[in-house]
């Protein structure tokens, strides 16, 4: 599959995706959703990757679903052709890990598409929203699920009902995202970051960000048991045998 709507590059063991429509401010698209879609299974598959960067431009990580495309859909046609879920949970079904790396607007579906990376490091500039109620809909592809278990329900609650934006500092305050970094440190900071990721065992990399999901599904003695059987499960690999080793050698881990 040929891209236009996004840009891919590989940086070491790390991939870059980057959303490309700058006449729109990156609105999401189907071309964009399916492109992207393609691009994350890739690189989920490729065994030279051990975590992808998602980002957009410096002036905005994606302006939110295509509101051109989609202004005269009909009821029947968003339930028909399952509008959302068919090509934009793709993300969730991606086992590495995936930083989004977010500097300018991430409203909308672009709030939501961040929300959907495993963390966020955001680029001082960056601004968070869910501006839906002004065009007179409701979040579509988990606003209103995502962001009061990032944000706590008041704050949820304040960004949908009246569509106010968040800034980086307020979104680091409340636990969106992870860290806030000058505009042009936010490629550097979330590669370094990436490489870090990628320079640890890839399955143990996997199997932590399924205890970590796990705990927004499950109940705290659930969550706790799945992870000691994961924990448990480790010692089973060569890679909890290198790690242990190397620290007690005073050398580097070499996780093949
Ligand atoms: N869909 C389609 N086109 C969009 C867009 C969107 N979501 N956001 C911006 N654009 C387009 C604009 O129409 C404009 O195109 P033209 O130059 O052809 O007129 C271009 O991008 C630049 O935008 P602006 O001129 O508006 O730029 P600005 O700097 O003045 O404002 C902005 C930036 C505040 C982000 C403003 O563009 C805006 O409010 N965009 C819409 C944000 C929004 O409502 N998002 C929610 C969409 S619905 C949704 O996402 C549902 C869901 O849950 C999945």
Redesign the pocket.
Known sequence: MSYEAIQVETHGKVGLIRLHRP???N???DQLMDELGDALQKFDADEGIGCIVLTGSE??F?????????VDHTYIDAYKSNF?TRN?EHIRRVRKPVIGAVAG?A??????LAMMCDFIIAADNA?F????V??G???????TQRLPRAVSKAKAMDMCLT?R?MDAEEAERAGLVSRVVPLDKLMTEALDAATVIASMSLPTVMMIKDAVDRAYETTLSEGVLYERRVFHSVFGTEHQKEGMKAFLEKRKPVFK
Do not use: R, T
């Not at 409203?107 to 939501?112: D, K, S, V, Y």
């Not at 929203?129 to 839906?132: A, D, I, R, V």
């Not at 809909?137 to 606003?143: E, M, N, S």
């Open positions: 006449a729109a401010l609105a999401l698209n002036k905005a994606a302006a939110g679903a295509d509101i051109a495309a989609i959302i934009w607007f409203l909308g579906g672009g709030c939501e601004k929203g869910q501006p839906e002004k065009l809909v409701v979040p579509g592809a988990g606003g569509a934006m």
